[in-house]
């Protein structure tokens, strides 16, 4: 996956797919900032507080370089699309999604107890003016299927295996995807200030081997009661470097 500069937005990403990048890193000058919304908006209101908020801080809709999603449930694997050709519109209208390249990041899971209605935005990073600031990224969130083409249920690892060993492998497979999208952009878990793992089955057997025994929790783990985004993923993960955080 090669890494291409957005120069507008102040930072650059990793090439993926049409719906979302690998991850981003902030280019020199630069640093990424995290916003979390104090309740999450439903995604066109979302996106209207994301404008609001860039302009309230003198920035570029280009600065929106990653967000975080919430859905009411697992889509089927052309439903994600559906939804995605849907999302992707505000980006375009910013002038960050041209010609189905997208340098934004994301995650997109579903809360199992209290789920919103409509798919909604519940945070999301930018950049800001930060000379001499120390690295900053965030890598997309990814579930445990290998590759991009392809119907899911014929990438994921141990479809349908929710026994320990199973989520083992699950969990082995997308700490390693953390891995590959972080190299790229020059970090790596030393650099990782929060990870963030989705799940509503026993990830307890895999914690010491696969996460915290592996360094992909430096700074402890987040664990969000939720479901990966598509029907048949069991586990997800996205992690950060981010220094500034806040609520709104």
């Known amino acids: 996956m090669p890494v291409q500069t957005f120069a507008p937005g102040g930072y ?6 049409f719906q979302y990048s ?8 630069f640093a990424i900032e995290r916003a979390t919304l104090a309740k999450p908006l439903p995604l ?13 801080l003198g920035r570029p809709f280009q600065a929106f370089c ?3 999603l919430r859905s009411p449930a697992q889509f089927t694997d052309q439903g994600f699309i ?3 050709r849907v999302y992707v519109r505000r980006l375009e209208k910013w002038g960050i999604f041209k010609d189905d390249v997208n340098p934004v990041a994301r995650s997109n899971v579903c809360p199992e107890v209290a789920p919103p209605r409509e798919p909604s935005l519940y945070a999301f990073c930018y950049t800001v003016p930060a000379s001499g600031a120390k690295g900053s990224f965030v890598a997309a969130g990814s579930g445990e299927a290998r590759g991009s083409g392809g ?5 994921i690892v141990r479809f349908g295996d929710q026994s320990p060993q199973g989520m083992r ?6 700490v390693d995807v953390m891995g590959e999208r972080m190299e790229p952009l020059g970090f790596g878990w030393a650099d990782v200030t929060a990870t963030q793992i989705y799940t509503v089955f026993d990830i307890y057997p895999a914690m010491a081997g696969e996460i915290v025994g592996r360094g992909a929790s430096p700074a402890g783990v987040t ?16 992690v950060r470097g981010v220094a500034t955080e806040r609520v709104i």
Not at 22 to 29: H, L, R, S
Not at 223 to 238: I, K, N, T
């Open 169 to 174: 492998e699950k969990t082995r497979l997308v």
């Open 82 to 84: 559906d939804f995605n």
């Open 12 to 17: 650059r990403f990793l090439t993926h797919a």
């Open 223 to 238: 664990w969000h009661y939720c479901r990966p985004p598509v029907q048949g993923l069991d586990f997800e993960m996205d």
């Open 44 to 56: 066109q209101a979302g996106f209207d507080a994301v404008e609001a908020y860039l302009k309230g």
């Open 151 to 155: 119907p899911y249920s014929e990438r």
């Open 66 to 68: 990653a967000c975080e």
């Open 22 to 29: 690998g991850g981003v890193a902030a280019e020199p000058g």
